[in-house]
């Protein structure tokens, strides 16, 4: 659980969210598209 | 050591303003709405309070308001305010508002991250984030429509996982693929102007509250998530309006079930589906006045914000 552990303040969670998020919106377009 | 005495400098050189001037830079845009709204909406008002031809039943629209016939708006009525129409509405604004609350969940957080918290990647990340503006929503929803098939890999995926033993199939009208298409669909209009409005939010104000011994959260709670108020309500107005006349998520995800039926389906049935362009000219015009009560809540809202800001 230390790897969750944020001491430094870094927003980690948010960083997660938001690049899960940016796979969310473009990888069915480019799957689709068989890119 | 003096410091140089500040000039004001009046800009306007003691002359009252020429409003007029700067007034015929709306011209433009006045004209443009004139020509494509306020146009428009008189036709459809024109359509819904006109008749139809008894025999080939296209519409014949009344441009004299004088001679307006409200008879098809009031049977209209009748059917949303307590028949089968008023369901649709209903079932409407619950996929809205629970889309709604599905893009709070998602876009607030990135819109956070890449205004407050990302500084090296954060051109990267407007740059992911503008992407989806550059293809278009019909592809987008088709994406999906292939994604959800009997074969497609949100199957495959889950049966792999273990998830599923036997495939499902999601297209044939629940509730929860129309909701997860309308987030998946607006979402990115949701993000962009919160984004603006938490990237405006002085550091300053919130440094302040950290030293003054606010936690993290209590700071976010206090100081953010207040001034980002305005921001929120511009982007919820900003998805809310387009998702409430949409109609092709529900007919691409679900093959227009009527389970899922939203108030576009009704339009575009009434005005192409069917001979019936007075029913749904009404009905645009009772969505219209639905969301104007919407428009002018969040018109109070802001100015009142505004003002108390100013003071």
């Known amino acids: 659980m230390s790897v969750l552990r944020n001491r430094h303040g870094r927003a980690r969670w948010l960083a997660l969210v938001t690049w899960l998020y940016v796979l969310w919106s473009l990888v069915p377009v480019l799957v689709a598209v068989r890119i | 050591m003096n410091s140089p005495a500040v000039v004001q400098v009046d800009p306007t050189g003691g002359r009252p303003p020429r409003t007029g001037a700067w007034a015929a830079f709306a011209m433009p845009g006045v004209g443009?709405?004139?020509?494509?709204?306020?146009?428009?909406?008189y036709a459809?008002?024109?359509?819904?309070?006109?008749?139809?031809?008894?025999?080939?039943?296209?519409?014949?629209?009344?441009?004299?308001p004088l001679a307006w016939n409200f008879s098809a708006m009031s049977s209209l009525l009748d059917r949303v305010l307590g028949g089968d129409l008023g369901k649709v509405f209903l079932r409407t604004f619950a996929f809205v508002f629970l889309a709604l609350v599905g893009c709070i969940a998602i876009g607030y957080p990135v819109a956070y991250f890449v205004a407050r918290k990302a500084s090296r990647t954060r051109g990267v990340l407007l740059a992911l984030l503008v992407l989806p503006f550059w293809i278009s929503y019909l592809m987008r929803m088709l994406a999906w429509t292939n994604l959800l098939q009997q074969d497609g890999y949100v199957n495959r995926v889950l049966q792999w996982l273990q998830v599923m033993d036997a495939p499902r199939n999601w297209l044939d009208g629940d509730w929860p693929t129309v909701v997860i298409g309308l987030v998946y669909g607006y979402v990115p209009f949701f993000i962009l102007p919160l984004y603006s409005a938490l990237e405006r939010i002085d550091g300053r104000l919130i440094e302040a509250g950290r030293d003054l011994g606010a936690s993290a959260l209590r700071t976010f709670l206090r100081i953010t998530l207040p001034l980002s108020i305005p921001g929120l309500m511009a982007a919820?107005?900003?998805?809310?309006?387009?998702?409430c006349g949409d109609y092709y998520t529900n007919s691409y995800l679900t093959s227009g079930s009527p389970r899922t039926e939203?108030?576009?389906?009704?339009?575009?049935?009434?005005?192409?589906?069917?001979?019936?362009?007075?029913?749904?000219?009404?009905?645009?015009?009772?969505?219209?006045?639905?969301?104007?009560?919407?428009?002018?809540?969040?018109?109070?809202?802001?100015?009142?914000?505004?003002?108390e800001s100013e003071r």
């Open chain 2, 32 to 41: 443009w709405l004139i020509a494509l709204f306020v146009v428009p909406v």
């Open chain 2, 44 to 64: 459809v008002m024109a359509v819904a309070f006109g008749s139809v031809d008894p025999i080939l039943r296209t519409p014949q629209p009344a441009w004299n």
């Open chain 2, 236 to 243: 919820s107005v900003i998805t809310i309006l387009p998702m």
């Open chain 2, 262 to 307: 939203m108030v576009g389906n009704q339009i575009e049935y009434f005005l192409r589906g069917s001979s019936q362009p007075q029913t749904g000219a009404s009905l645009v015009l009772v969505l219209m006045a639905f969301l104007l009560v919407l428009m002018v809540y969040y018109l109070r809202t802001t100015l009142k914000a505004q003002r």
